[in-house]
């Protein structure tokens, strides 16, 4: 039953509309993205391959995707900042405009040197967050480029690390959650300083003496549905003569996949909002107690 609606809301979606157009873009910086902040702090190399943020005591740095989009799966590589990085936060996101925004985050909380980053991931909708959901990685992500996923589908909210998924939010509509379903978002880098609370709850500070701090984005995958002129969904027409089928549109979870989803949340997992009774008074939120 759950799925029968499911599926049919992805056909609807791809049925009543024909004006979007579905992109699929094998990363060049130059191509997608503006460097809006931190003047040349912000740099795109090697023909728009690779993209590289920095961070001093004057200024951090951030990109910005020219379009926008309504749903979209995008796989970046990123390499975080090395050595002691507390205090510095790099963050992977997508972001609507105004004050009722959406916003799916990924953040990277650094450390002194030897202790471990926290990711740190987050829902907001229509203006709301406060569904923090934190983790361990179970590699130095400072050591290689590793594979961050956010997969925006109308079904779901999928984050993945090396391809394997550690947190999904489900479009729960139906039981009054709200979910990001009609506000275009664009895709952001930054690199900024938030040593007032990101490492270890902010009592440790950004050493300043070791700045710049620097970052590195490279080999992204862009599937998506590019907004334009009002108009929302997607078509299943190809911009690129990469062609697309638009399978990322409706792909959920096998049950392979849900399993490493559990094992990571078992044993990766260090605070989920879900589980912090402080927090919510009159009960935890309907979310929650899906599966
Ligand atoms: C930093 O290291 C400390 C000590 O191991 C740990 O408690 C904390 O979760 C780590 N991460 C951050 C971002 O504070
Ligand atoms: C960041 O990059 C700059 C320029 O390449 C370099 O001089 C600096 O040492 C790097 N910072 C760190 C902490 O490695
Ligand atoms: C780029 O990413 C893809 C997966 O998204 C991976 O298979 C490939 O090895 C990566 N290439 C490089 C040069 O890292």
Redesign the pocket.
Known sequence: MASYSRVSTVLLIVVLVGSLLMVVTA?DFYEDFDTPWGDDRAQILNNGELLSLSLDQFSGSGTQSRNKYLFAKI?M?LKLVSGNSAGTVTAFYLSSQGSKHDEIDFEFLGNVTGEPYILHTNVFTKGGGGREQQFYLWFDPTED?H?Y?IHWSPQSIIFSVD?TPIREFKNAESIGVPYPSNQPMRIYTTLWNSDDWATQGGRVKTDWTQAPFNASF????LNACVWSSGSSSCSSISSSSTSSNGAWLSEELDTTSQGRLKWVQENWMIYDYCKDPERFIHGEPAECSLS
């Open positions: 990363g796989d590589h480029f594979e996923s391809g490279t080999n992204y995958t």
